[in-house]
């Protein structure tokens, strides 16, 4: 009997397992490549929406009756956030809006301003509508 090519089938075994390994290996590392994508495009929009937050209570701070009426404000060439003053049972909420492209994110605060200085005093905040 002639043995010629009879080694030729484990190495197509093995073959097929190694490319077998390495394409399921590529899946992985693209779904972990995507997932930190969308981790990333996250964070911007809280810290775009943070930032509102922040302009936001300094504004009213330092003007009387500002309301903001969602204005968009630009930060950076491609993000902003747009900021509204919400008002529910004597209550007053300041909404932030991080937008970037499509995506937006928002926090919300719940906030008072003290008579004696007009300080602004934040009494919580949360991510998401009041």
Do not use: H
Request: one cysteine or more; proline letters at 2%; glycine letters at 10%.
């Amino acid at each position: 009997m002639d043995n010629r090519g009879s080694v030729l089938i484990p190495v197509l075994v093995v073959c097929l397992v190694f490319v077998s390994t390495l394409a399921a290996q590529f899946q992985e590392s693209r779904m972990e490549m995507m997932i930190n994508q969308n981790l990333l495009s996250q964070k911007k929009l809280f810290y775009l929406a943070e930032a509102g937050l922040v302009k936001g209570f300094w504004k009213i701070g330092m003007e009387k009756g500002w309301d903001p009426g969602g204005e968009f404000f630009q930060l950076g060439d491609k993000g902003g956030f747009v900021l509204e003053i919400y008002k529910n049972n004597g209550e007053k909420f300041l909404l932030s809006k991080g937008v970037k492209g499509e995506e937006t994110r928002v926090l919300s605060a719940k906030y008072k301003v003290r008579e004696k200085d007009d300080s602004v005093e934040v009494i919580w905040w949360k991510e998401g509508y009041p």
